[in-house]
């Protein structure tokens, strides 16, 4: 177990949680569902981000599931990338900027999206997925 996944469960930021593979095996393919459907060229954008942000949502989470741990906070979810996956900062700081965006539309109806932010979410959410799948099945706990 990761020293800081070990701290943020102490301070309570994500509560410890046996994984389950069926849990982990859903969440993935909801993440793959939504990834693919975020590239309807004929949705709007504001769909197709949010799509796409529930996508990359999916996939962190299944990395946080693997390691035994769960958050009801996407932005901790987002955040553990580093921790779960080994993925860089750059990774996870794409994940909270489109977190924050989304929020300013869901209860500030502000819809702040560029072109830009779909691509740098777009390439964020592939490596949260590709090294998620990496991870193999859930190893059976002794």
Not at 48 to 58: N, V
Not at 104 to 123: C, I, M, P, R, T
């Amino acid at each position: 177990m990761s020293e800081e996944l070990e701290n943020l469960a102490w301070t309570g930021r994500i509560k410890r949680e046996p994984p389950d593979q069926s849990e982990f095996d859903g969440l993935i393919q909801q993440g793959e569902d939504k990834l693919r459907d975020s590239q309807t060229l004929t949705l709007s954008l504001v769909s197709r981000f949010d799509l796409l942000y529930g996508a990359s949502h999916s996939f962190a989470l299944a990395a946080l599931r693997w390691h035994g741990y769960r958050s009801d906070q996407r932005k901790v979810v987002f955040q553990t990338v580093q921790h779960t996956l080994g993925l860089s900062a750059d990774v996870w700081r794409v994940l909270d900027k489109s977190h924050t965006s989304r929020n300013l539309a869901d209860y500030g109806g502000q819809f702040q999206v560029s072109e830009q932010l779909f691509k740098d979410l777009l390439a964020a959410t592939k490596m949260v997925r590709d090294a998620v799948l990496k991870l193999g099945p859930i190893s059976p706990q002794v």
